[in-house]
């Protein structure tokens, strides 16, 4: 019974611990638009008895905003007592994210006690691969349903499959519906379950003494236990929706508009497979994502499967493993039907494929252990190292990857340097790194910035966050092309403006590049596209004329390196070709490092000020600029942009235009360069 306790104990840590630390790092799209406010919306119509008000999504995502209002709660329970002061959304992302969390550590450990009476010698593994596995850790670390409708309907068959063999099983169907009426409260899918329990029942018959011979006599052991167990899960989706009660016409409306609406169609914003955007990825979709999802410990048990099976003396314990195969393999299948893909939706299959991995493993370290039997004085700590091995290595995968889970894919297949060329990837992971960048930028606040999915970027950035929609209408400083953005093909023509200068910064996370960041050109009132050298262009200018002075602004691309530093300068001449007036000094004033510091993709435009002599007569003056070397003089090519005169300024210098100087005139009586 100790042992018994502290292997339980040991199931609910291990799941409880890489999911539970950190919890304030990232939102994921659906959090940022959908679940933070779900729950918060569900929690109040449950204290104010609004029970039709709980109809929130189809999903219907019962479960996970029953769980998140518990987190609220906690929160609020926290604030009222002092023990923490306001939180921002992050932080009350955290604590709504808790409930989850912990009901993923106690589903799992109570998982361990149901895999002992199916496979005993390997339940111990199979549930700490459930509880470390990486792509079960990304998904049950967030407020989301996948994690969660993965746990229930595991659950929910392992039940299932007890209760077939069952000397009295009348408790374990019960509870299998029970745990199907939550399951089907999380998520629509959780309806696949429904087909294969009853199919179950119905192969399953004979081991509870029932004839093999009469078909007949195993639907009668079978009808009423699923029947039964139909009413269970029923029952329990009746008390835990409370819109059942008030509206159950529209309850179950909004529950099957989105399986045949949302479930039953493409995904609205385009999916990513096999290096090309295509709606419906096809049947390849889920083996090839499943088998990326695998750690190297999981693929090493799932390729010594077949040969621990055949070996198998039990034939129970094979049948059992044998069912969990078909359950996996018959929720892929069905996903597969459906044209809307996501390598989470198989997650309900994949703590079955944990046990089916268990299996491998411990076939392999029992077969250790009978190699080494007699040569060990310490046989109890042999006994303790094939979980010590597995949980080292899970938890070091996991700690080098946390909190980026959600960016783990199997190193033996190239992880996810060569995963982001196959899969669509990107669900707000990433946008913490992308904030801390342009946080740090020193004119961050000269300006908006644009992106994908704005609500997972705002709370790291002190600007406001656009969509890339408003390119045309906002004063963007900044602009974030997020990776799946890109693979979906979304809004080409503007992404395709924005990527038209080198990204000033990448974010790389697990050799994926999830998102290049562009500085977008500095406005300008004259375009007057120029290059000097390789590495500068200039896009155009803004003039603005004050009694004594001409306050010129150049908008520059930062093209490539522009080697050393460099000095401009702006000269004015008279139509004699004399010079009247005009500055030397570096192209980023006294406001930006100079020209060595400068960053290929950076966008530049500083204020530069020309005194004018007292008395200047009235007329048409001419302006020129140039790029030189402040040591010998040497100045850059103009490569690009109309020449001024080389008689009146010598070479390699651009006539920016004509400007009528002597009385006050408006920036409009520029003519640049005709």
């Known amino acids: 019974m100790q042992r018994s306790r502290a292997q339980v104990a040991l199931v609910f840590l291990s799941a409880m611990l890489p999911r539970v630390i950190g919890l304030r790092d990232f939102l994921t799209t659906d959090e940022a638009y959908h679940w933070i406010v779900r729950t918060e919306r569900f929690a109040a119509a449950i204290s104010e008895g609004r029970w039709a008000d709980t109809i929130l999504t189809g999903h219907p995502g019962v479960t996970l905003m029953w769980l998140g209002g518990l987190g609220l709660q906690l929160e609020r329970a926290a604030l009222g007592t002092g023990l923490i002061g306001p939180q921002d959304q992050l932080g009350h992302l955290a604590w709504l994210r808790l409930g989850p969390v912990f009901a993923h550590a106690l589903l799992i450990s109570f998982g361990y006690l149901l895999l002992r009476r199916l496979l005993p010698p390997y339940a111990l593994i199979a549930a700490l691969l459930w509880a470390t596995s990486p792509f079960l850790v990304a998904h049950g670390r967030l407020l989301h349903l996948d994690a969660l409708l993965a746990d229930l309907c595991t659950l929910t068959v392992l039940s299932a499959l007890i209760a077939c063999r069952a000397a009295r099983p009348l408790p374990w169907i019960v509870l299998s519906g029970l745990l199907c009426g939550m399951a089907l409260l999380t998520k629509g899918p959780a309806l696949i379950v429904l087909p294969f329990v009853g199919l179950t029942f119905f192969v399953e ?402 204020p530069l000020p020309i005194g004018l002599p007292a008395g200047l007569p009235l007329g048409t003056y001419r302006i020129t600029l140039g790029i030189y070397d402040p040591v010998g003089g040497a100045r850059l090519p103009l490569a690009e942009g109309p020449p001024a005169s080389p008689a009146m300024a010598g070479g390699d210098a651009l006539l920016l235009g004509e400007v009528t100087l002597g009385t006050p005139v408006s920036s409009g009586n520029l003519e640049g360069g005709r």
């Open 205 to 606: 018959t004979p081991r509870r003494g029932v004839s093999q011979r009469g078909v007949s006599r195993r639907f009668a052991w079978a009808v009423p236990r699923y029947l039964l167990w139909l009413g269970v899960a029923g029952l329990v989706a009746m008390a835990l929706w409370p819109a059942l009660w008030a509206a159950p016409g529209q309850a179950l409306g909004s529950y099957l508009d989105e399986i045949v609406g949302n479930g039953g169609r493409a995904n609205g914003d385009g999916q990513f497979f096999l290096g090309s955007s295509n709606a419906d990825p096809g049947p390849l979709f889920y083996p090839l994502a499943g088998i990326y999802r695998l750690t190297p410990l999981e693929s090493l048990g799932l390729l010594l499967l077949p040969l621990a099976l055949w070996r198998q003396p039990d034939s129970e314990l094979r049948t059992n493993a044998l069912a969990l195969a078909a359950f996996a393999l018959f929720w892929a299948l069905v996903m597969t039907t459906g044209p809307k893909k996501f390598d989470r939706y198989i997650l309900p299959a994949w703590p079955a494929i944990m046990a089916l991995s268990a299996i491998g493993l411990g076939a392999l370290f029992e077969a250790i252990r009978q190699k080494a039997k007699g040569k060990r004085q310490n046989q109890r700590g042999f006994y303790l190292l094939p979980f010590a091995f597995c949980l080292c290595f899970q938890g070091l995968t996991l700690a080098w990857y946390h909190p980026y889970e959600l960016s783990y894919y199997n190193p033996l297949l190239g992880g996810g340097r060569v995963a982001q060329n196959l899969f669509l990837i990107g669900w707000g992971e990433g946008m913490d790194q992308v904030g801390a960048w342009l946080s740090a930028r020193p004119d961050i606040g000269d300006g908006q910035v644009l992106s994908a999915l704005p609500p997972t970027l705002q709370p790291f950035v002190p600007v406001p966050v656009q969509p890339v929609s408003a390119l045309d209408s906002t004063p963007a400083n900044y602009a974030v092309a997020y990776r799946e953005s890109i693979q979906r093909e979304a809004d080409p023509a503007r992404y395709g403006r924005i990527q038209t200068t080198a990204p000033l910064g990448t974010v790389t996370i697990h050799g994926i590049d999830y998102a290049w960041i562009y500085q977008l050109p500095k406005p300008f009132a004259t375009p007057l596209p120029a290059r000097f050298g390789e590495g500068l262009r200039l896009r155009g200018y803004t003039l603005a004329q004050e009694p004594s002075r001409l306050i010129i602004t150049p908008s520059w691309d930062v093209a490539g390196p522009v080697g050393g530093d460099k000095m401009l300068f702006l000269h004015i001449y008279n139509l004699g070709g004399e010079r009247v007036a005009g500055i030397d000094v570096s192209p980023g004033g006294g406001s930006y490092p100079p020209t060595s510091q400068w960053q290929p993709g950076q966008q530049i435009a500083v």
